[in-house]
């Protein structure tokens, strides 16, 4: 599985820094991930959905640490080439 396509919608609102679609081979999109500051660190959250007894679950998530920590790498490394290279588009609200 690769990672074809990162799009980031920058939000900054407190600890929500931004939205972000992922595209898988080209031919799966996710949406909706989130780039969360957490205590120590900036972390991926998967896109996820309120139950009936208020309890937020992941609507798509991957089923082992590996793939988390991959699609995390790369969401976070592009995150951070914005943030680098052009710091005025992290600025800018989603559409």
Known sequence: MEITE???YPINQDQLKA???ITLDNCFVIRDLKIIQG??????AMPNKKDKKGIFRDIVH???????NMIEQAVLTRYYAILTENPEELRAEAP
């Open 6 to 8: 990162i799009k980031i």
């Open 19 to 21: 939205y972000v679609t």
């Open 62 to 68: 991957p089923i082992n640490a590996d793939t988390r």
């Open 39 to 44: 205590d120590r660190r900036l972390f991926v």
